[in-house]
T-cell receptor
Framework: GDSVTQMEGPVTLSEEAFLTINCTYTATGYPSLFWYVQYPGEGLQLLLK?????DKGSNKGFEATYRKETTSFHLEKGSVQVSDSAVYFCALTSNQAGTALIFGKGTTLSVSS | DAGVTQSPTHLIKTRGQQVTLRCSPK?????VSWYQQALGQGPQFIFQYYEEEERQRGNFPDRFSGHQFPNYSSELNVNALLLGDSALYLC???????????FGSGTRLTVV
């Protein structure tokens, strides 16, 4: 079945460092891809999305490009801040999954000043 | 504008008991989905309700059931609780059966 694989964390960075969180997926057809963020004690918030190949989603300095040839949707940010410390989830919806979101296991990011 | 409201925020139940969790969707949303998030894991889809009917269901046993009311609010019921049901239960609402989900902060269920 459809699935999402994320790099394992935790990822520990200093403020202003470059961030990459890898995400690859397995899905039939043309899934839509998402990154969600979960701050401590809170629910999930949509960070960005891409619905077709080569689309680039972006928000709050974060970017991810839908790469169908490598089945990837890596999250990047050029300069992280302490306030970016959270758990990041890659997710997809697909023909098989319907409107249900299929999530990866999440990657914890910790940024220190 | 209130977002998704879930209640209670925390609760503790004994193995074998039954529990009901509640969700009020964001204003203007008519679809409610429920997810289970075990510690250290990503959320897993339980089911989705639209027009008071279960429209889609994930790989969860029949002990998990739900309901949607005419005002679009929803309940998640779990019978015969197991220790493994301990998790954060998230409610997400949307407009129609498309995307654009708004998640609540969740209900933390601990089964002892």
């Amino acid at each position: 079945g459809d699935s999402v694989t994320q790099m394992e964390g935790p990822v520990t960075l200093s403020e202003e460092a470059f961030l990459t969180i890898n995400c690859t997926y397995t899905a039939t057809g043309y899934p839509s891809l998402f990154w969600y963020v979960q701050y401590p004690g809170e629910g999930l918030q949509l960070l960005l999305k891409a619905t077709k190949a080569d689309d680039k989603g972006s928000n709050k300095g974060f970017e991810a490009t839908y790469r169908k040839e490598t089945t990837s949707f890596h999250l990047e940010k050029g300069s992280v801040q302490v306030s970016d410390s959270a758990v990041y989830f890659c997710a997809l919806t697909s023909n098989q999954a319907g409107t249900a979101l299929i999530f990866g296991k999440g990657t914890t990011l910790s940024v220190s000043s | 504008d209130a977002g998704v409201t879930q209640s209670p925020t925390h609760l503790i139940k004994t193995r074998g008991q039954q529990v009901t969790l509640r969700c009020s969707p964001k204003s203007g949303h008519d679809t409610v989905s429920w997810y289970q998030q075990a510690l250290g894991q990503g959320p897993q889809f339980i089911f989705q309700y639209y027009e008071e009917e279960e429209r889609q269901r994930g790989n969860f046993p029949d002990r998990f059931s739900g309901h949607q009311f005419p005002n679009y609010s929803s309940e998640l019921n779990v019978n015969a609780l197991l220790l493994g049901d301990s998790a954060l239960y998230l409610c997400a609402s949307s407009q129609g059966l498309g995307y654009g989900y708004t998640f609540g902060s969740g209900t933390r269920l601990t089964v002892v």
